[in-house]
């Protein structure tokens, strides 16, 4: 069954760093976008950034441009998102989620908090 594992959450102080991994399984990975969405406290799901089946296209919400990247590792079943210069208003459960078409699928969600 397809499976979504995230890691790399934390706790970190503003203008710091994490990296998150989404680990996937279940699936043909390199066939399907792969995106990093956030939720914080008493607010929707947002979409932070997306990256193409191959890795050649990206899209950032404006809020994390200059400061988050997106990867992927296609031979390791794996995406990568790269944070730096925390601010607390990055602080959210990060999830990760593999679309292709209709198919959607969702990781359980790594917490992300940014305090001093």
């Known amino acids: 069954q397809v499976q979504l594992v995230e890691s790399g959450g934390g706790l970190v102080q503003p203008g710091g760093s994490l990296r998150l991994s989404c680990a996937a399984s279940?699936?043909?990975?390199?066939?399907?976008?792969m995106s990093w969405y956030r939720q914080a406290p008493g607010k929707e799901r947002e979409l932070v950034v997306v990256?193409?089946?191959?890795?050649?296209?990206?899209n950032y919400a404006d809020s994390v441009k200059g400061r988050f990247t997106i990867s992927r590792d296609n031979a390791k079943n794996t995406v990568f998102l790269q944070m730096n210069n925390l601010k607390p208003e990055d602080t959210a459960v990060y999830y990760c989620?593999?679309?292709?078409?209709?198919?959607?699928?969702w990781g359980q969600g790594t917490q992300v908090t940014v305090s001093s």
């Open positions: 990256i193409t089946s191959t890795g050649d296209s990206t």
């Open positions: 989620n593999a679309r292709r078409g209709w198919d959607s699928s």
């Open positions: 279940g699936f043909t990975f390199s066939r399907y976008a």
